[in-house]
Each structure stands twice: as structure tokens, then as C-alpha cells.
């Protein structure tokens, strides 16, 4: 089940809501109790909708944590404690290796070693990376002493079956809604905003994603040995374009979910797109599973205190792990390892170097090697990746452009030029300026686009659903 379909807009979410909502017209002491439960009850229902069997696994996971927790807490020995939270690591980061990476290491020893041994085809559990990370953070931070221990089981499975970030994140700390999971409430104002950002999550995901998506889906089926450069940017564009708005879009729906429902995630995306240099693109692209890594393994392996040499080291254990976190495959590692190496570069000299060019520059650099990396993310195979790189620098012997091209570009260039433009944060500063303006006719119109706006959005984007037929959900597979 996915936030952009009929059956979750229509049917899972008015029932889930409804009964949320009866709530508060009970004794609140009993209300707070019975919100968890149907919250629960709600989130184990969506998950199982695709896959009954890993909410098993999910529940697993839930109550070994819970168990190490608990445990973690009562026990007084250093070591015991350190031997529990190595247990609960271990025990995640088996679960998450064997569904995720199993069939990938198989079939790398059988290539290496020229073996044949069988591959398992475990299909692979819905959000398992992020839930995953967010009850190894739990665990974590309980040992360090940053997180109090919870006692209360019903609550812990709300923290880690949440649907409206069960599946894509943002991750949420424990620690980030700890208070939220016993003591929240409901007002107009914030369920409006919960619902004005859910729209504008979905119209990003539906009408933006899924027909820039298109395009893509066009380029990536030609032939990348005889591909026109002008295509080969057209398409990585496209895909760029698409897996910002995908995945913010699913963001936003997840957050404005959240306020609805009384909880406050965290910011994923901050117009990555506009950075200037690629450590700032990191801090501006999936901020929650970034700060992850640094919060859980940069800073504990030394981060830069001791010295270049092992900042460099930590920096590539960093994007290596980064990389196979998305998927299992050797495109990823080299996505990662890319990313890392640009990183180092700014860490020793780029950074500055860049600090002193006018912004324009260090942005077209990014763009550049972001767009560069989007290829080994999306194209699994070496050879096509190479092939591909070589279209989009014309050092394919191909032309320039071509008719099939230029076909693609005037029938998505208007959609192309809308998702740049919405892409930036043009249009949030077009709303702040009217506001400021102090003119009563620019007030009038920021109230009545606010209002007409999401109304809009959502009627176009249920209208696209219930016509299209492409509706895909790329981040399903991390």
C-alpha cells in the first residue's frame, strides 16, 4: 500500500482516521491509551496489506530491541551493558544483511570463485533499512545515556511500526518523538498544516515524479552505445528530477501525516539541488539518514579528531556504507565511494577553494558530479553505466542531438522546466514577499492561494492517479 493510491486515500486512511479522531470524545486518560493502540493496530494493517509474512519480522525486531533496552537499563555492569548493546547491533544489522544482501554476496562468491551455489530470492521487506536504523538508534542512545529507557511495550511498537514513516523515512529518532508517543494532541491549525504539506508531498509524488518519470523511462530504454548527448542529459535530468520529487514528495506526506496525528518528524530535503558545493548538497538531501551516519558511525570512529589521515579513513567507511545502505550491488558501493571521494577533496582544498569563486561555479560543479553519480545509482551494470557517461560527455561517436531527441524535449520540456523551477525555493519566496509586502491586495491573495492552492493540488493529483497507470515508488527497494 502506498500513499499515492486509491486505497490508501480512500479507504485506509478515512477509516484509520475516523477512528483516531473518536478518540478525543473519550475521558482523555483513557483516550491517549486507546490513540496508541489504533495507531498500532493501523500501522501492522498497512504493512501487512503487501506482505503479511515480514511483519512478523518487524515485530521481531521490535521486541528484541525493546528486550535489549530493557535490559540495558536495569543492568549496572559496563561490560554487560556494552555485551547487550553489541547483541542488539548484531541482531539488526543480521536481519538487515541476510533479506538485503544474502542473494548479492551469493552471487559475487559464485562469480569470484566460479561456484554455483543457489541463490534464495528473499524478496525484500518493505522499510526495512529504515526501521532498522531507527531501533538500532534506540538501543544506542539508550546505552549512551541520551535516551530514557521505555518501559511501556505498547508505545515502543508505535515508535517503530509508525506508517507514515514506516516505509521511507525520514528516520526518526527515538528521541525525536519520545514525548509525542504518551502526550499528544490535536489542533486545527497544525492539522491543517499537516494536511497542507500531505498535499503538496502527494502533488510533488504524482504530478511532478511520475510524469518527469516518463521521460526517463523513455531514455533509459534506448540504446546508451548510440544515445545523442542531448538525450543522455535529458534522461539523467529527468531521473534526477524524478527521485528528488519521489522521495521529498513521500517525505512531506510522511511529515504532514505526522503533524496530523500529533508527532513532529524531522526535515528530510531542503532544495538539495540549489547547493553549491556537494558537502552542502549532503546536508540539504536525505538529512535524517545523513545525520544517521554521522550521529552513529562517523563521530564514534573519530570523526576529524584525530587527525586528516583518519578523517579521510572515516569519511570512506562513511559513503561506502552509505552507498550499500541503498542497495545491494557494486553500482552502489561505487555511487557511495564517488560521493566520498568529492567530499575528501573539499575536506583537504576544494571547500575553500570554492568558498573564493562566485556561487555560480561551485554549482555547476555539483550539478555535475551529482548528475554523474545519479548514473551509477540508477545503472546497475558497469558496462552501461560506462556507456552511458560516455553519451552524456559525447564520447560515444554519436551526435549531439537527434530528432528522437528533440521529439522527447518539446513533448516534456514544459514538465522539465516546471520541476526545475519547483525543484528551488522560487516559490516559497514569491508567498514570503507577498507577505511582506504589507499591500492588503498581496495579503488578500497569500490567503486565498493558501486556501486554493492545496484544493487545487489535490483534485489534480487524485485525478492523475485514478487515469494513470505509472505510478512507481522508487525508494520501495532501499
Avoid at 50 to 68: A, C, K, Q, R
Avoid at 98 to 109: E, G, N, P, R, W
Avoid at 219 to 244: E, H, K, V
Wanted: net charge positive; glycine share 8%; with cysteine.
Amino acid at each position: 500500500m502506498v500513499f499515492s493510491s486509491i486505497l490508501f486515500l480512500f479507504r485506509f486512511l478515512p477509516f484509520f482516521m475516523l477512528c483516531y479522531f473518536l478518540t478525543y470524545v473519550i475521558p482523555e486518560r483513557s483516550a491517549r491509551r486507546m490513540r496508541n493502540v489504533i495507531l498500532l493496530l493501523g500501522s501492522l494493517v498497512f504493512y501487512a496489506w503487501g506482505e503479511p509474512v515480514y511483519v512478523l519480522l518487524m515485530l521481531f525486531s521490535t521486541v528484541s530491541d525493546y528486550m535489549h533496552g530493557r535490559a540495558i537499563d536495569a543492568s549496572q555492569s559496563q561490560r554487560v551493558r556494552a555485551g547487550l548493546l553489541i547483541s542488539s547491533v548484531c541482531i539488526n544489522l543480521f536481519i538487515l544483511g541476510f533479506f538485503k544482501y544474502a542473494d548479492f554476496l551469493i552471487l559475487t562468491v559464485n562469480s569470484l570463485a566460479g561456484t554455483h551455489f543457489q541463490t534464495m530470492n528473499l524478496p525484500l521487506p518493505i522499510g526495512i533499512s529504515f526501521y532498522t536504523f531507527q531501533t538500532m538508534s534506540y538501543t544506542i542512545d539508550v546505552y549512551r545515556g541520551k535516551a530514557k529507557v521505555q518501559r511501556n511495550f505498547l508505545d515502543f511498537a508505535v515508535f517503530v511500526t509508525l506508517f507514515p514513516q514506516l516505509i521511507a523515512g525520514p528516520i526518526v529518532k527515538y528521541t525525536d518523538v519520545e514525548e509525542s508517543l504518551h502526550d499528544r494532541g490535536a489542533d486545527v491549525e497544525t492539522i491543517s498544516y499537516g494536511c497542507c504539506r500531505f498535499v503538496t508531498g502527494l502533488a510533488k509524488k504524482v504530478l511532478l515524479a511520475n510524469n518527469i518519470g516518463l521521460l526517463w523511462e523513455e531514455i533509459s530504454a534506448m540504446n546508451f552505445g548510440g544515445m545523442s548527448t542531448l538525450a543522455a542529459w535529458m534522461g539523467i535530468g529527468a531521473y534526477a528530477l524524478q527521485i528528488y520529487f519521489d522521495f521529498s514528495g513521500y517525505s512531506d506526506m510522511a511529515i504532514g501525516l505526522g503533524a496530523i496525528l500529533g508527532f513532529r518528524f524531522p526535515e528530510n530535503f531542503r532544495y538539495p539541488y540549489v547547493s553549491a558545493s556537494i558537502t552542502e548538497f549532503w546536508r540539504r538531501w536525505h538529512i535524517s539518514l545523513g545525520s544517521w551516519f554521522r550521529e552513529y558511525v562517523y563521530i564514534p570512529l573519530g570523526g576529524n579528531r584525530k587527525g586528516l589521515p583518519r578523517q579521510i579513513f572515516n569519511i570512506l567507511v562513511v559513503w561506502m556504507l552509505t552507498g550499500i545502505w541503498h542497495g545491494a550491488g557494486w553500482n552502489f558501493l561505487l555511487w557511495g565511494l564517488w560521493f566520498g571521494f568529492f567530499l575528501i577533496l573539499e575536506k583537504v582544498f576544494l571547500g575553500k577553494l570554492l568558498g573564493y569563486l562566485p556561487r555560480v561555479f561551485g554549482w555547476i560543479y555539483s550539478m555535475l558530479v551529482v548528475l554523474t553519480g545519479w548514473v551509477m545509482f540508477v545503472v546497475e551494470e558497469p558496462n552501461g553505466i560506462f556507456s552511458y557517461l560516455q553519451a552524456m560527455f559525447h564520447r560515444n561517436g554519436s551526435e549531439w542531438y537527434d530528432e528522437r531527441a528533440l521529439y522527447l524535449l518539446l513533448q516534456y520540456g514544459v514538465i522539465l522546466i516546471v520541476g526545475a523551477l519547483g525543484a528551488t525555493p522560487l516559490t516559497g519566496q514569491i508567498g514570503r514577499r507577498l507577505e511582506q509586502s504589507g499591500s492588503g491586495l498581496a495579503i488578500a491573495l497569500r490567503r486565498l492561494l493558501k486556501k486554493v492552492i492545496p484544493a487545487v493540488l489535490l483534485l489534480a493529483s487524485v485525478a492523475y492517479i485514478v487515469d494513470a497507470s505509472y505510478n512507481p515508488f522508487l525508494y520501495f527497494r532501499f
